[in-house]
């Protein structure tokens, strides 16, 4: 009885509005990210702007989780909107903290590889904005947004190697002469593999919510 009077009534889709929002602070944060590892003059208003969209995307996961406990009928289920938010919160809380490391360290010497992982965040930040608004019509839109999951996984697995690249690069560089700047950098190139990571946990987050309501 309870499950045909919530087929009646109407859901609140407002919900899609914040994933989308959220989104476009992950492009704003991951294109930041981009200019910061081009060091140079423009490196302090970069992380600024880092941090600046990563506040903003705070104020919209709390938003989103306020409105999970006041919503009576939600589009799809309540963990999986936690869930959704969350992790995406969590990512753009690891660009957050990627600049900080690199302003608690002092590092600048960003290399070629770091800068093309930070290509790769922003390729990834751009798919998951192009994916949320497919959710609005998940089951019509079920092989886009698997593909997206599929785009994601193969572009971690090129992050992957480029992490692997950039140690090896930094250890015969730096094994002799600056050992220092050995585990400075790779605590950076850890910080940005975990940015890429958080993408792969949200297309996972995606796919299963569309497993589960296709």
Same mark, same amino acid.
């Given at each position: 009885?309870?499950?045909?009077?919530?087929?009646?009534?109407?859901?609140?889709?407002?919900?899609?509005?914040?994933?989308?929002?959220?989104?476009?602070? %992950?492009?704003?944060?991951?294109?930041?990210?981009?200019?910061?590892?081009?060091?140079?003059?423009?490196? %302090?208003?970069?992380? $600024?702007?880092?941090?600046? $969209?990563?506040?903003?995307?705070?104020?919209?996961?709390?938003? *989103?989780? %306020?409105?999970?406990?006041?919503?009576?009928?939600?589009?799809?289920?309540?963990?999986? +909107?936690?869930?959704?938010?969350? =992790?995406?919160?969590? =990512?753009?809380? $690891?660009?957050?903290? @990627? *600049?900080?490391?690199?302003?608690?360290?002092?590092?600048?010497?960003?290399?070629?590889?770091?800068?093309?992982?930070?290509?790769?965040?922003?390729?990834?930040?751009?798919? @998951?904005?192009?994916?949320?608004?497919?959710?609005?019509?998940?089951?019509?839109?079920?092989?886009?947004?698997?593909?997206?999951?599929?785009?994601?996984?193969?572009?971690?697995?090129?992050?992957?190697? %480029?992490?692997?690249?950039?140690?090896?690069?930094?250890?015969? *560089?730096?094994? $002799?002469?600056?050992?220092?700047?050995? !585990?400075?950098?790779?605590? +950076?190139?850890?910080?940005?593999?975990? !940015?890429?990571?958080?993408?792969?946990?949200?297309?996972?987050?995606?796919?299963?919510? !569309?497993?589960?309501?296709?």
């Amino acid at each position: 009885m309870l499950s045909w009077f919530q087929a009646l009534m109407p859901r609140e889709e407002g919900f899609f509005d914040l994933f989308e929002r959220h989104a476009e602070t %992950l492009v704003g944060g991951a294109r930041a990210l981009r200019r910061m590892l081009d060091g140079g003059e423009g490196y %302090l208003a970069c992380c $600024q702007e880092i941090r600046r $969209q990563e506040h903003a995307a705070d104020d919209i996961t709390r938003e *989103a989780l %306020l409105a999970v406990r006041r919503t009576f009928i939600t589009p799809f289920d309540r963990s999986d +909107i936690r869930d959704l938010i969350t =992790t995406m919160d969590d =990512t753009i809380d $690891q660009m957050h903290q @990627t *600049a900080k490391a690199t302003q608690l360290y002092e590092f600048q010497d960003f290399d070629a590889s770091m800068r093309r992982i930070g290509d790769i965040v922003v390729q990834s930040a751009e798919l @998951t904005r192009g994916a949320m608004p497919l959710l609005r019509a998940m089951r019509q839109n079920a092989t886009k947004l698997n593909a997206f999951g599929e785009e994601i996984t193969r572009i971690e697995d090129e992050a992957d190697a %480029l992490h692997d690249q950039g140690l090896k690069g930094l250890f015969r *560089a730096h094994r $002799q002469s600056d050992p220092m700047s050995f !585990v400075v950098g790779s605590e +950076i190139y850890g910080h940005l593999e975990k !940015v890429v990571d958080g993408f792969e946990d949200i297309a996972n987050r995606v796919t299963a919510i !569309v497993i589960e309501h296709s």
